[in-house]
């Protein structure tokens, strides 16, 4: 920025300079070989006095770069003045029949001395011109050079610079499957110690009411641990289903949804889970099944704790030439702020309370799916979660 107020600035100085210049008239090259040639031609008086006035308003070349080039120039100058002083003392001093012999010879050689004065001066023109376009041209491959080695850095850099942001995606990705491997693996480490540990403990509790004298007290435990075994069995579910096979999602799904919302405070949430005939869930291998089965949970669970709904629908669309999927997942429930939803969808949690671990392990296992999520809600309008692999 700096570099070129600076530029501009010199640029104004040159024109403000240029503008205050006293306008003088100087011959060019072409008049004054023109005015030459017609005296040659002629070789009058008036011809001779033309040439001397095209010499003294010629400008000689400055010749910067070349200093013994300019004393030559002014040399050979001053040298044509001086023979054409010469000159025309000698065609003024002709009488009407015209010069003699001797003035003739005079004249020849004065117009020779010129003629090669005027040529050295055109060589030592030609000389700087070439001269300087050779310097141009040299600065010319430079540049051309300098900047295809800079576009080669560039190039490089920028592909250093993606292999980088590829190696972080790729450890990134790798993070979160191992995170996500971790957390099955403890999910099912949890299911069987509940089973193992907890349920068995509720059934022999149950077996020991059986031998109480109360048989109402009896009849209430045995209640309770029935339905506690059963809270226990559906917790057991949620944390290890089933494997699941393409075949088999819409179904295990359904379970799931039953497991999830049963009854709840309001009423019973009606379920709807829709795959269209475009959607092949083959083409997905389990571990991607299992993702998708995981995000439709964690969105589940969501609507089930903050929602109040009382209808959620889960649509699968497909597009089989490009093995996509789009997973739509709608309820009628309570809805969120536009202020929240747009934290979401940028990534930010700071103010989305207790669910936002929920909403994060979506994003995440989205982004394992190299797809992405997109949440759309109003208060009292309810929430679509749009999910795009």
Same mark, same amino acid.
């Given at each position: 920025?700096?570099?070129?107020?600076?530029?501009?600035?010199?640029? &104004?100085?040159?024109?403000?300079?240029?503008?205050?210049?006293?306008?003088?008239?100087?011959?060019?090259?072409?008049?004054?070989?023109?005015? $030459?040639?017609?005296?040659? +031609?002629?070789?009058?008086?008036?011809?001779?006095?033309?040439?001397?006035?095209?010499?003294?308003? !010629?400008?000689?070349?400055?010749?910067?770069?070349?200093?013994? =080039?300019?004393?030559?120039?002014?040399?050979?100058?001053?040298?044509?003045?001086?023979?054409?002083?010469?000159?025309?003392?000698?065609?003024?001093?002709?009488?009407?029949?015209?010069?003699?012999?001797?003035?003739? &010879?005079?004249?020849?050689?004065?117009?020779?001395?010129?003629?090669?004065?005027?040529?050295?001066?055109?060589?030592? +023109?030609?000389?700087?011109?070439?001269?300087?376009?050779?310097?141009?041209?040299?600065?010319?491959?430079?540049?051309?050079?300098?900047?295809?080695?800079?576009?080669?850095?560039?190039?490089?850099?920028?592909?250093?610079?993606?292999?980088?942001?590829?190696?972080?995606?790729?450890?990134?990705?790798?993070? =979160?499957?191992?995170?996500?491997?971790?957390?099955?693996?403890?999910?099912?480490?949890?299911?069987?110690?509940?089973? *193992?540990?907890?349920? +068995?403990?509720?059934?022999?509790?149950? &077996?020991?009411?059986?031998?109480?004298?109360?048989? *109402?007290?009896?009849?209430?435990?045995?209640?309770?641990?029935?339905?506690?075994?059963?809270?226990?069995?559906?917790?057991? !579910? /949620?944390?290890?289903?089933?494997?699941?096979?393409?075949?088999?999602?819409?179904?295990? =799904?359904?379970?799931?949804?039953?497991?999830?919302?049963?009854? /709840?405070?309001?009423?019973?949430?009606?379920?709807?889970?829709?795959?269209?005939?475009?959607?092949?869930?083959?083409? $997905?291998?389990?571990? +991607?099944?299992?993702?998708?089965?995981?995000?439709?949970?964690?969105?589940?669970?969501?609507?089930? %704790?903050?929602?109040?709904?009382?209808?959620?629908?889960?649509?699968?669309?497909?597009?089989?030439? *490009?093995?996509?999927?789009?997973?739509?997942?709608?309820?009628?429930?309570? #809805?969120?702020?536009?202020?929240?939803?747009?934290?979401?969808?940028?990534?930010?949690?700071? %103010?989305?309370?207790?669910?936002?671990? #929920?909403?994060?392990?979506?994003?995440?296992?989205?982004?394992?799916?190299?797809?992405?999520?997109?949440?759309?809600?109003?208060?009292?309008?309810?929430?679509?979660?749009?999910?795009?692999?």
């Amino acid at each position: 920025m700096k570099k070129s107020v600076i530029v501009i600035i010199l640029i &104004l100085l040159i024109l403000a300079s240029c503008s205050k210049q006293p306008q003088e008239k100087f011959t060019d090259s072409k008049v004054l070989y023109s005015s $030459w040639v017609e005296f040659q +031609q002629k070789r009058d008086e008036t011809s001779c006095l033309a040439f001397i006035e095209a010499l003294d308003n !010629y400008q000689i070349e400055k010749f910067n770069s070349y200093p013994e =080039l300019k004393v030559a120039a002014q040399n050979q100058m001053k040298s044509c003045k001086t023979e054409a002083q010469n000159i025309l003392a000698l065609v003024s001093s002709a009488d009407g029949e015209g010069l003699d012999a001797l003035q003739n &010879l005079a004249l020849d050689q004065s117009i020779q001395k010129i003629d090669l004065a005027m040529m050295a001066y055109l060589r030592n +023109q030609n000389y700087a011109l070439e001269d300087t376009h050779k310097t141009f041209y040299q600065y010319f491959i430079m540049y051309i050079v300098s900047f295809a080695v800079g576009a080669v850095i560039l190039i490089l850099l920028n592909a250093r610079e993606i292999k980088k942001r590829d190696r972080v995606i790729s450890e990134s990705e790798q993070f =979160l499957r191992h995170t996500m491997e971790v957390q099955e693996a403890e999910r099912r480490r949890i299911s069987r110690e509940l089973h *193992d540990t907890v349920a +068995q403990s509720m059934r022999y509790v149950s &077996l020991l009411a059986e031998n109480l004298s109360d048989k *109402d007290a009896a009849e209430k435990i045995i209640s309770t641990q029935n339905q506690n075994i059963e809270d226990i069995r559906k917790l057991c !579910y /949620n944390l290890t289903p089933p494997a699941i096979s393409g075949s088999e999602m819409v179904g295990a =799904l359904e379970l799931l949804g039953s497991k999830i919302f049963g009854e /709840n405070e309001k009423g019973a949430v009606e379920l709807r889970i829709v795959a269209e005939e475009t959607v092949d869930f083959s083409v $997905w291998n389990d571990e +991607q099944l299992m993702h998708i089965y995981r995000i439709v949970q964690e969105a589940f669970q969501n609507i089930k %704790k903050h929602a109040g709904a009382h209808e959620v629908t889960v649509l699968f669309k497909g597009d089989l030439p *490009d093995r996509k999927l789009k997973v739509i997942i709608t309820d009628d429930g309570c #809805g969120m702020s536009q202020d929240m939803v747009a934290q979401i969808n940028s990534g930010l949690f700071e %103010k989305t309370e207790s669910f936002h671990f #929920g909403v994060r392990n979506i994003i995440e296992r989205v982004q394992l799916l190299s797809g992405k999520v997109t949440y759309r809600s109003e208060p009292d309008c309810g929430t679509q979660i749009t999910v795009e692999i």
